[in-house]
């Protein structure tokens, strides 16, 4: 069965740190392009970083650049997202998801994991 | 960049068909057909439903369609049934640096 299952996530102080897991199963996960995309409550979908299979190239949106480190970990097949400096407008439930179909849209999700930053 | 812009909400009838539009620029929508489409249900995560403007993957229903003229996209989703309740987001390639911009997301209600 094809499944991404993230952990890790939970309830820290604004300035805090948490690194978020996302074990991959029934795919070639070596040579996927991974993501994580993140959904504050109520809100919309927005894209957060990205990595290529051999961490060549990582990616990032302006509003987490510099505090949030993507990696991987090809013979675990995990994905990890370092978070530090945690505001309170990084609360969202985030999603690993991976680019599939060539390249072409989010192909597969995981369930999601919360991170709430409050104090 | 910015999200693309899609209706708070959208409504139908059993039956009935819908449409919800998604605008964005000539940086994202209006050059790439990289546009995708997903269904989230409430406290579940998103489902891909259309991909490459019009492309469904194996198990969608054909009820779904995507279509896109110049920097807005559609999607139409015909024979409206309860389960289709739920909301869409629309998505984008953009570029190098942010490669993917969704929509705001639409909610559909089937009445």
């Known amino acids: 069965e094809v499944q991404l299952v993230e952990s890790g996530g939970g309830l820290v102080q604004p300035g805090g740190s948490l690194r978020l897991s996302c074990a991959a199963s029934g795919f070639t996960f070596s040579t996927s392009w991974m993501h994580w995309v993140r959904q504050a409550p109520g809100k919309g979908l927005m894209w957060v970083s990205r990595?290529?299979?051999?961490?060549?190239?990582?990616t990032y949106a302006d509003s987490v650049k510099g505090r949030f480190t993507i990696s991987r970990d090809n013979a675990k097949n995990t994905l990890y997202l370092q978070m530090n400096s945690l505001r309170a407008e990084d609360t969202a439930v985030y999603y690993c998801?991976?680019?599939?179909?060539?390249?072409?849209?989010?192909?597969?999700w995981g369930q999601g994991t919360m991170v709430t930053v409050s104090s | 960049q910015s999200a693309l812009t899609q209706p708070a909400s959208v409504s139908g009838s059993p039956g009935q068909s819908i449409t919800i539009s998604c605008t964005g620029t000539s940086r994202d929508v209006g050059s790439y057909n990289l546009v995708s489409w997903y269904q989230q249900h409430p406290g579940k995560a998103p489902k891909l439903m259309i991909y490459?403007?019009?492309k469904r993957p194996s198990g969608v229903s054909y009820r779904f369609s995507g279509s896109k003229s110049g920097n807005t996209a559609s999607l139409t989703i015909s024979g409206l049934q309860a389960e289709d309740e739920a909301d869409y987001y629309c998505c984008s390639y953009a570029d190098s640096n942010t490669p993917w911009v969704f929509g705001g997301g639409t909610k559909l209600t089937v009445l």
């Open positions: 490459e403007v019009t």
């Open positions: 990595i290529n299979s051999d961490e060549s190239t990582t």
């Open positions: 998801a991976r680019v599939g179909l060539a390249g072409t849209a989010f192909d597969i």
